[in-house]
């Protein structure tokens, strides 16, 4: 980890070429190796959240092809916002219309 008072570097986070990672702190600029979390676990919490987010995108291809709940959906859309997008947050916030015709194929680890 290496701390840096480069100008180029005063405002810039993030990761740069997936090589080395750019962070800032109160104390400065502090450059350092990517992480490496393909070993990390996932919790069992996060495998839920996956499985649930996995749902919510069965029911919003659902949604889709039925013109009924399509136009509830398309008559309540935000500015910017789609059908697809719409029944996704309608499922996580448990307000659906209708059940997704089918479970996802895959479970999540």
Same mark, same amino acid.
């Given at each position: 980890?290496?701390?840096?008072?480069?100008?180029?570097?005063?405002? &810039?986070?993030?990761?740069?070429?997936?090589?080395?990672? &750019?962070?800032?702190?109160?104390?400065?600029? &502090?450059?350092?190796?990517?992480?490496?979390?393909?070993?990390?676990?996932?919790?069992?919490?996060?495998?839920?959240?996956?499985?649930?987010?996995?749902?919510?995108?069965?029911?919003?291809?659902?949604?889709?092809?039925?013109?009924?709940?399509?136009?509830?959906?398309?008559?309540?859309?935000?500015?910017?916002?789609? &059908?697809?997008?719409?029944?996704?947050?309608?499922?996580?916030?448990?307000?659906?219309?209708?059940?997704?015709?089918?479970?996802?194929?895959?479970?999540?680890?």
């Amino acid at each position: 980890m290496a701390r840096s008072k480069n100008l180029l570097l005063h405002e &810039v986070r993030g990761n740069i070429g997936k090589q080395i990672v &750019v962070k800032q702190y109160a104390n400065g600029t &502090v450059i350092s190796k990517m992480p490496d979390m393909s070993k990390a676990g996932k919790t069992p919490a996060q495998a839920e959240a996956r499985l649930k987010f996995k749902m919510a995108q069965a029911y919003a291809k659902s949604v889709l092809s039925k013109t009924e709940i399509r136009n509830f959906y398309e008559q309540n859309l935000k500015p910017g916002q789609t &059908v697809y997008h719409a029944a996704i947050s309608a499922y996580m916030k448990g307000d659906v219309q209708d059940k997704p015709l089918k479970s996802p194929n895959k479970q999540v680890k």
